[in-house]
């Protein structure tokens, strides 16, 4: 099944899709969803249920939200799936995770940067700043964000100081034909290296970076897949 609805423009305001990929987050679900319904105009709200056995789903659906049990796990399934789903146009795709980690009130700004520039093809959040929570980053995965971020730089040309960050704007031209070959957390990567080869630039803007509600779903190990897939994308 496909989506059905087709967004229009709400007061001047573009189409835009949030898409949520959700494994057992009953806990931030209906908050991050609040907080989305009350910074953006109208947008449609796409929750991939990665099988949760927690009652995300049905959160999510008495928030207003269309929900899709994906096939398989991780969170890069769940997001190739969601892109075939998508069956009308669109200006821009917005992903956000379901944690509450990162606060809504950054993407009309996001969005801002978009219309203005045409040569920008996603613009996504820095956590990596003065205002990050001193316990919203653990210091293993503040360092292994930041050796990525070397690799993809040194291989891919891809040059972000926070290329793993959840919080991203997309062109949707950009993504309606793309078919990721990743499988989890390796999905931003290749995300940042699909925008770099189809000629566009990458703006990263500060933002505040909260504590997750609810259990952590990204390991030490999700780091090596990561790795692999940046030199991966390098061949």
């Known amino acids: 099944m496909r989506l059905v609805k087709k967004l229009e423009k709400n007061g001047g305001s573009p189409p835009v899709l949030m898409i949520i990929a959700a494994l057992d987050e009953e806990e931030g679900i209906a908050p991050s969803l609040v907080e989305l319904k ?3 105009e109208n947008p449609a709200y796409l929750v991939v249920d990665g099988n949760s056995t927690d009652g995300t789903a049905e959160v999510a659906k008495k928030m207003g939200a269309e929900v899709f049990r994906q096939e398989g796990s991780g969170k890069g399934r769940a997001i190739a799936q969601a892109i075939k789903r998508v069956n009308f146009d669109l200006e ?16 009309p700004k996001m969005i801002q940067i978009l219309e203005e520039n045409p040569k920008v093809g996603m613009v996504t959040g820095n956590r990596f700043s003065n205002s990050l929570e001193l316990n919203a980053m653990k210091s293993p995965f ?23 960050t959840g919080l991203r704007v997309v062109r949707w031209r950009i993504l309606k034909n793309w078919e990721p070959k ?15 080869r189809e000629g566009y630039q990458t703006v990263e803007i500060p933002i505040y970076y909260r504590s997750r509600l609810g259990k952590k779903k990204l390991k030490l190990r999700d780091g090596f897949a990561i790795l692999k897939r940046i030199i991966s994308e390098s061949l």
């Open 38 to 40: 009350e910074i953006l």
């Open 182 to 196: 990743s499988k989890g957390f390796d999905i931003e990567a290749e995300m940042n290296h699909r925008v770099e």
């Open 92 to 107: 821009y795709a917005v992903f956000t995770d379901a944690d509450f980690t990162y606060p809504a009130r950054h993407i």
């Open 142 to 164: 503040f360092i292994g964000n930041r050796l990525l971020a070397f690799a993809q730089r040194l291989l891919n040309g891809v040059h972000l100081e926070d290329p793993l």
